[in-house]
C-alpha cells in the first residue's frame, strides 16, 4: 500500500511537472535592432563618433608635431652640441609619453562617455520588455541574439511600438 502511495504520488509529481512545462511561456526580442533604431541610441551614437573624432583631430596633431621635431632633430643632430642633443632626446620622449597618454586617457574617456550614454537607453528598453512580456502573458523574454533558434514568439515590434517608434 506504502509502495502505491510512492508510485501514485510520483506520477502526479511527473504529471504536474509536465503540466508546468507545457504552459511556460518563452518569447524573444531582437535588442539589436531594437536599439539601433531607437532616435535615442541614433542621438548616442553620433555623440560619441563626434566625440572621438575630436580625439583623433588632437592625437594627430599631436603626432604630426612628434613626426616634425624627430625629423628636424635629426637633421640638426651633427650642428649641436652634446648637451642640446640630450635635452631634445627627453623632449621627444616626453612628447612621445604625452602622446601615449593623451591616447590612453582619450579611449577611457569615450567608453565612459558611450557607458553614461547607452546606460539609460538599455534600462529604457529592459523596461519596456518587462512591460510588454507582462502585459501578453510570457513568464520570459530573451534577447534573439542568445538563441540558436528563436521559432517563437516575437515581441521586438511591440517592444518597438511600446517605445514609441
Excluded: C, W
Excluded at 616634425?68 to 637633421?75: C, E, F, P, R, V
Amino acid at each position: 500500500m506504502k509502495q502505491l502511495k510512492t508510485l501514485l504520488l510520483a506520477a502526479v509529481l511527473f504529471f504536474g511537472a509536465n503540466q508546468v512545462n507545457a504552459q511556460t511561456k518563452i518569447a524573444h526580442v531582437n535588442v539589436e535592432d531594437i536599439m539601433a533604431k531607437m532616435p535615442a541610441f541614433i542621438d548616442a551614437q553620433k555623440q560619441i563618433e563626434k566625440l572621438g573624432q575630436t580625439y583623433e583631430t588632437e592625437f594627430t596633431t599631436m603626432r604630426n608635431e612628434y613626426q616634425a621635431k624627430i625629423q628636424k632633430y635629426s637633421a640638426e643632430v651633427d650642428q649641436v652640441s652634446e648637451t642640446i642633443n640630450k635635452d631634445r632626446q627627453k623632449e621627444v620622449e616626453d612628447l612621445e609619453k604625452r602622446i601615449q597618454e593623451y591616447g590612453q586617457n582619450a579611449q577611457n574617456e569615450l567608453q565612459q562617455k558611450r557607458m553614461d550614454l547607452l546606460k539609460p537607453i538599455q534600462l529604457k528598453i529592459k523596461a519596456s520588455i518587462e512591460k510588454v512580456g507582462k502585459a501578453k502573458g510570457f513568464q520570459y523574454v530573451a534577447d534573439v541574439a542568445s538563441f540558436i533558434l528563436a521559432d517563437g514568439t516575437d515581441l521586438t515590434a511591440d517592444v518597438k511600438k511600446d517605445l514609441g517608434f
